[in-house]
């Protein structure tokens, strides 16, 4: 457990060291302050149900922003190791593979987390400020998502920033690899019968529009976790590849 805080403690000073994270951090929060207010403003020609318009709405702008912002957290955890020759260090240190990676991810986790939080402020506000206030199921099954879904995409970024030393491809990578994950949701619309269902379930889209109308389904949860675990996984096999190549 020490090696594996000693890695997220390393892992967030790094993103924290430098202007990186507060720029990203900054830029993602101003952006949705932004596209919140443009929500608010529209909210005036929707139906009576407004504020859960607006929440949906938000939830599902969020999800969107995810696609660009997202490669540019993982694009360097293990490609600019590698690039600085610092994976090495870590290669012959006493320390695990599955150590090295969740100490990793769980740092990209907490760093989006820190993006996140403070976007529910807005959504307080709503619930706060409205008359009627959308269920609070919409807004805690949403962030619930929310954080799924970024988990998500934070272990397949990690998996491909494994695979190469450059952070421009692996940024490149990880954002042609949301954008297939993407293009799966409009395949659900075309397809029917069994291979409907089969996109349907794949869909990352798909499970988070539950969320965001308040359904917290168990298929969704099981979906991200085992999403989650399975590149975890991938990336200890890739990191494990690096320490017997330089055996």
């Known amino acids: ?26 830029l993602f929060l101003f952006l949705s302050g932004f596209f919140f207010d443009l929500y608010v403003s529209a909210a005036n020609d929707q139906s009576p149900d407004a504020p859960t318009w607006v929440l949906r709405a938000f939830l599902g702008f969020l999800a969107l922003v995810f696609l660009f912002f997202l490669p ?66 919409i807004l805690l099954a949403g962030y619930l998502g929310a954080l799924l879904f970024g ?17 421009i491809i692996a940024a490149a990578l990880t954002f042609a690899a949301f954008l297939a994950l993407w293009a799966i949701d409009f ?21 988070y529009d539950d969320f965001t109308r308040g359904i917290i389904d168990t298929s969704g949860v099981t979906y991200y976790v085992s999403f989650m675990i399975l590149f975890i996984f991938l990336t200890v096999r890739s990191v494990d590849s690096m320490r017997w190549r330089r055996a």
């Open 151 to 167: 988990g998500a995409l934070l272990s397949l970024g990690s998996f491909l920033s494994s695979l190469t030393e450059n952070q």
């Open 72 to 137: 540019m957290v993982t694009m360097g955890v293990y490609a600019e190791e590698r690039k600085r020759g610092t994976m090495e260090l870590l290669m012959t240190s006493p320390i695990t593979e599955t150590q090295i990676v969740l100490g990793k991810f769980l740092a990209s986790l907490t760093l989006f987390v820190a993006m996140l939080l403070p976007t529910a402020g807005c959504v307080l506000f709503i619930w706060l400020h409205s008359d009627p206030a959308p269920p609070l199921r």
């Open 1 to 26: 457990m020490r090696s594996l805080y000693a890695i997220y403690r390393k892992e967030m000073g790094h993103y924290f060291v430098s202007p990186v994270a507060f720029v990203l951090v900054g």
């Open 187 to 207: 395949g659900t619309r075309a397809a029917s019968g069994t291979s409907g269902q089969i996109l349907q379930y794949l869909s990352v889209i798909n499970h």
